[in-house]
C-alpha cells in the first residue's frame, strides 16, 4: 500500500483543517489507518486511527474532542478533521496503515507497515 498524506499547511489558533491519506496499490480493506504526529525534538505520537472494517475511531486525550477521523470508501481515502487548532498541536503529521494491527498495539507506532511522506502542520497564537 503507498499513501499519500496531504492538506497540511498555516493556519492560526482557533482554526480547522481537514487531512487527507489517500492509498494506492492497494485499498483499505481490513485496514487499520492512523495519524501520528511528531513536533520537533519529540517523539512520534499517536494521534487517532480508525479500524476500516467497521469503523471503530480512536483518539489521543489531547485531540478527543477536537478531531475526528473518517473514511471514504469510494475515495480509499481517510480524513483528520481538526477543529479548534492549538500552537501544540504544531507537527508534521503522517499517516500510517497495517493489515494486522491489534487493539494493544494501535498507539503504536512501530507496529504500522505502512507509512505516508508526512504533512506539515503550523499553527500560530
Known amino acids: 500500500v503507498q499513501l499519500q498524506a496531504s492538506g497540511g499547511g498555516a493556519v492560526q489558533a482557533g482554526d480547522s483543517m481537514r487531512l487527507s491519506c489517500a492509498a494506492s496499490g492497494r485499498t483499505f480493506s481490513r485496514q487499520t489507518v492512523a495519524w501520528f504526529r511528531q513536533a520537533p525534538g519529540k517523539e512520534r505520537e499517536f494521534v487517532s486511527a480508525?479500524?476500516?472494517?467497521?469503523?471503530?475511531?480512536y483518539y489521543a486525550d489531547s485531540v478527543k474532542g477536537r478531531f475526528t477521523i473518517s473514511g471514504d470508501n469510494t475515495k480509499n481515502t481517510v480524513y483528520l478533521l481538526m477543529n479548534n487548532l492549538r500552537p501544540e498541536d504544531t507537527a508534521i503529521y503522517y499517516c500510517a496503515a497495517d493489515p494486522s494491527i491489534i487493539l494493544s498495539s494501535i498507539r503504536l507506532s512501530q507496529q504500522y507497515e505502512y507509512w505516508g511522506q508526512g504533512t506539515q502542520v503550523t499553527v500560530s497564537s
Open positions: 480508525i479500524r476500516w472494517s467497521g469503523g471503530r475511531t
